[in-house]
């Protein structure tokens, strides 16, 4: 009974990750594979990727001159 809970959980994660990384348009095999590496914790992960994405973005445009 837990492997099928787990295995539940996994694959509702790597389709929650598919459809956060097809809305950002990044490589869904890359997250996908992510997904099945790290289960439900892959979900957060592509919300912190993401802000530190955006972080980055904003400290180079503020060093442009």
Request: glycine share 6%.
């Given at each position: 009974m837990g492997y099928l809970l787990?295995?539940?959980?996994?694959f509702a994660s790597l389709l929650i990750v598919d459809f956060l990384a097809r809305k950002r348009g990044w490589n869904r095999n890359r997250?996908?594979?992510?997904?099945?590496?790290?289960?439900p914790l892959?979900?957060?992960?592509?919300?912190?990727v993401d802000a530190v994405s955006a972080l980055r973005?904003?400290?180079?445009?503020?060093?442009?001159?």
């Open positions: 787990f295995s539940v959980i996994v997250w996908g594979v992510a997904a099945l590496t790290l289960g892959a979900i957060p992960l592509v919300y912190v973005k904003i400290i180079v445009n503020a060093l442009r001159p």
